[in-house]
C-alpha cells in the first residue's frame, strides 16, 4: 500500500505541466471540445492530446465521444475547487511578496536619502 503522502506527492507531480493546468482552468466553465481547447491553448494536437491522457489516466479528467468530437470536462467539482484554491494562495504568496518588496524599496529610500551625496 502507497503511503497516503506519496499518493498526494504523485498526484501534485501529474498536475506539474502548464498544459494540464491550462486545461483545468479551461474545463471549469463546463465541457469543451477539444477544438476549442487547442484554439485557447495554442499548441500542437499531438501535444495536446498527450496532456490529455495523463488527466484522464489520472481520473480528474473525462472524455466523452459525441458524434464526431470528443468532450472533455473534469471528473468532479473538486477539481475545480482546487483550481480556485491554487489561485487563492497564488494571489496571497504575490500580494505578501509585492508588500515585503515595498518595504525593502522603502527601506532602500530611507537609507539612499540619509547618505550624503
Known amino acids: ?44 494536437r499531438s501535444s495536446l492530446s498527450q496532456q490529455l491522457a495523463v488527466l484522464r489516466r489520472s481520473g480528474i479528467v473525462v ?16 477539481v475545480a475547487e482546487l483550481m480556485r484554491a491554487a489561485r487563492r494562495i497564488l494571489t496571497e504568496l504575490i500580494t505578501g511578496q509585492q508588500d515585503l518588496l515595498a518595504e525593502l524599496r522603502d527601506a532602500d529610500a530611507d537609507a539612499t536619502a540619509g547618505s550624503p551625496a
Open 1 to 44: 500500500m502507497v503511503p497516503l503522502y506519496q499518493a498526494k506527492a504523485e498526484f501534485f507531480r501529474m498536475l506539474g505541466h502548464p498544459v494540464r493546468i491550462r486545461v483545468l482552468e479551461l474545463l471549469q466553465d463546463g465541457p469543451m471540445p477539444v477544438r476549442d481547447l487547442l484554439a485557447a491553448i495554442e499548441i500542437e
Open 63 to 78: 472524455g466523452v465521444r459525441e458524434g464526431d468530437t470528443v468532450m472533455y470536462s473534469l471528473a468532479g467539482p473538486d
